[in-house]
């Protein structure tokens, strides 16, 4: 069994940052990728951050240049650093892994169970 832990969600003021954080767990052969997407009430689920092949990485237009998306493969763990955060930044986030699970041979997506930022005066 796979799971992913979410942290560092909160409220915070605009203007301000946040780190969020997300660990892999359980029968995992190895990580393909693995990012942050978010959801604002009434919209899709959107990429924020991921990593799209080894340590390349992929943003999206509106938080290029305030977001940083980390990781450590000995600790199978991904942050999200955020900063100048906006309102419009409020939304739920998940972290998403896909792995290479049990011998290696079926590769999964897993989702973790999202963390919620509020960015609000």
């Known amino acids: 069994q796979v799971q992913l832990v979410e942290s560092g969600g909160g409220l915070v003021q605009p203007g301000g940052s946040l780190r969020l954080s997300c660990a892999v767990s359980?029968?995992?052969?190895?990580?393909?990728?693995m990012g942050w997407y978010r959801q604002a009430p009434g919209k899709q689920r959107e990429l924020v951050a991921a990593f799209t092949s080894g340590t390349d990485t992929n943003y999206a237009d509106s938080v290029k240049g305030r977001f940083t998306i980390s990781g450590d493969n000995a600790k199978n763990t991904v942050w999200l650093q955020m900063n100048s955060l906006k309102p419009e930044d409020t939304a739920v986030y998940y972290c998403?892994?896909?792995?290479?699970?049990?011998?290696?041979?079926?590769?999964?997506?897993?989702w973790g169970q999202g963390t919620q930022v509020t960015v609000s005066s």
């Open positions: 359980g029968n995992i052969f190895s990580i393909i990728s």
């Open positions: 998403t892994a896909a792995l290479w699970v049990g011998s290696g041979s079926l590769a999964l997506r897993y």
